[in-house]
């Protein structure tokens, strides 16, 4: 569980960040780089300690999944991936497009993000010597 949850924040670093989807974010959010350097300076470390409780508390909860469903492969874990993302968070999250004012272009972007984020944990929980 530890192990997926720093994977999580990982995967999450180099998502949002320069080298990949950062500028794209950054855009789609309608942020700039001024109110991302006003956030900046109010102090990262909370928002990067929730944010690691929250990966902690996903990959915990997606372990029982695993384990419930007998997940032992990467096959199991891409599938098993899949549907949490699906169920859970793919369409939870379209109320940010149909109610919020959202792009569908950053849902796209956050939610590619999840779903990377999902199974890889899910291969990590699956794959791990238990």
């Known amino acids: 569980v530890l192990a997926a949850a720093i994977a999580s924040m990982i995967v999450g670093g ?13 855009r789609l959010s309608g942020m700039t780089a001024e109110t991302l350097g006003k956030a900046k300076a ?3 470390t ?3 300690v929730i944010t690691f409780i929250g990966s902690f508390a996903m990959a915990y909860v997606l372990a ?7 997940s032992s492969t990467i096959t199991d874990a891409l599938q098993l991936g899949f549907w949490i993302w699906l169920g859970f968070v793919g369409t939870v999250s379209l109320g940010s497009i149909l109610w919020e004012g959202k792009s569908w272009g950053l849902w796209f972007l956050n939610n590619s993000y999840q779903l990377v984020n999902i199974t890889l944990a899910a291969i990590i929980l699956s794959l791990w010597p238990w």
């Open 46 to 48: 909370k928002s990067y």
């Open 64 to 70: 029982h999944f695993v384990s419930f469903v007998g």
């Open 14 to 26: 180099l998502w949002y960040s320069p080298i990949l989807f950062g500028k794209t974010w950054i």
């Open 42 to 44: 109010k102090g990262m």
